[in-house]
């Protein structure tokens, strides 16, 4: 029976460094002769938050009493990912996590992609191993923040107004501390999941997972042995439809395409005239593909969806049929506020310009100039994408694919999905549960790969007039309190159900 052991004993670590728990195997070049590699000296011009340093460990006690201060703890870990290497990276949190979980008995193998890129992968044994295992993975970086912009240091992780306020407390730390505190609680007590649950705590999914997910199914894909089906994240959340509580279960999300755009001309003084002038090629690109409109097309989990707010509500909200369908954008933004963001972007490709660089001086005109642009596609629709895209940039600008990963579907029926369902009537019982298509990605598209199904499940219940759509990546990001309670009740139900 797995239940707490005393916490293992850590080795001698270097001035600055906490060191790795001796039980963890931590493999990859972040590592020289089992001493830490130095940490990131990525520059940062905020200010420091105050009091940043995770305590040393939650008090046990049930995941209610827990869940809050390893979302906290988490938080004050600072692993951003600028998507060029300069980073802290994630072996903070990650060796924190791995002894967390190392408290309740479990063995996490810890390994690196790269210098303090830092995933890593637990197995909790089910009652009946003989059953496929389900994979519950979750990611430690997160994206940029600015101090100047936010109310709150987004390092505190300080409670203010009932939240818990800090990069990632939605994407994703939130989660993580749930799984965390849920998997804790269970172990402490003895208990077993119905059937194995491999964990998985990961590095890099906000550039694409190429050093977290991706390396895990390519190097530690044994890990993963008999795994069929996973949960993560942005699911399992409510919004608020006419007056009734409505929780969107994620069941497809769009693929991902980021386009590096490059014009060249020629370079020369800037009082001159010059018609092969790089920056005005890029931003002429830029500015077509940004205006351009999309074709609307509703893929299968979107018109689920779509039937169900208008169960749920009496009022209909596209026109149509099939994937003909067109949305009546003021009703759905109506009901659903801005989570209507979501829903609008799931219905077509979209191509959002995100970044431009040219130039070095103002009287320079620079040979080169790029642009970033961030496309999504809908399924089956990549190749169409980056045709048009291509087509939209023109002869002059070149267009190099810098991330792609594929769309996904999955259904909205089976065991799993039963599960939780259930799990949130439990807490919930009026409320309406509904699939829905995510707009972004996840790291179900890497364990896509090895033929897992893929699910959205961070169960949170939500205040009404809280914008959770604009949390993500968002100033002023924060997770109510009580939604992270509500998050472990309704996530230890579909653990032991599972």
Known sequence: MLGARDPPRTRDAPDGERAAPRHAEITGDGYRDGVPTPPSTHASTQPSPPSTQPSDRPVPGSAEDEVVGICRDLIRID????????????????????????????????????????????????????????????????????????????????????CLWGRGAVDMKDMDAIVLATVRQLLRAGERPPRDVVLAFLADEEAGGVLGAHHAVDHHADLLDGVTEAVSEVG?????????????????????????????????????TNPDNAVTRVAAAVARIGAHEWPVEVPATVRAFLEGVTDVTGRRVATGDGTALELDVPTLRELLG??????????????????????YKHNVIPGTATALVDCRFLPGRDAELLATIR?????????????????????????????????????????????????????????????????????????????????????????????????VRTFDRFLRTC
């Open 338 to 359: 801005t989570a209507s963001r979501w829903v609008e972007a799931t219905v077509r490709n979209t191509s959002n310009p995100t970044v431009l660089e040219a130039g």
């Open 79 to 162: 692993t951003t990912n600028y998507g060029d290497g300069s980073g802290p990276g994630e072996r903070d949190a990650a060796e924190y996590v791995a002894g967390l979980l190392a408290e309740v008995g479990l063995e996490p193998h810890v390994f690196e992609s790269a210098p303090r890129r830092t995933s890593l992968i637990a197995r909790v044994e089910g009652a009946d191993s003989s059953r496929p295992a389900l994979l519950v993975h979750g990611h430690l970086d997160v994206v940029p923040a600015r101090a100047d912009d936010w109310t709150v240091h987004p390092f505190a992780g300080e409670e203010r107004d009932g």
């Open 236 to 272: 399992g959340f409510s919004v608020d439809l006419a007056g009734r509580r409505a929780y969107l279960l994620q069941t497809a999300e769009k693929g991902i395409m980021w386009l590096r755009l490059v014009a060249h001309g020629r370079a020369g003084h800037g009082s001159q």
């Open 391 to 487: 087509e939209l940039a023109g002869p002059d600008v070149e267009v190099e694919t810098v991330i792609r990963d594929v769309a996904l579907e999955v259904p909205f029926e089976g065991p799993l999905v039963d599960a939780m369902v259930a799990a949130l009537h439990a807490e919930d019982p009026e409320a309406a549960v509904l699939p829905y298509c995510l707009s972004g990605g996840t790291d179900n598209k890497g364990f896509s790969r090895l033929g897992i199904a893929g699910y959205g499940f961070a169960p949170l219940r939500l205040p009404a007039e809280l914008d959770f759509a604009g949390m993500f990546h968002g100033v002023d990001e924060r997770v109510p309190l009580d939604s992270l309670r509500f998050g």
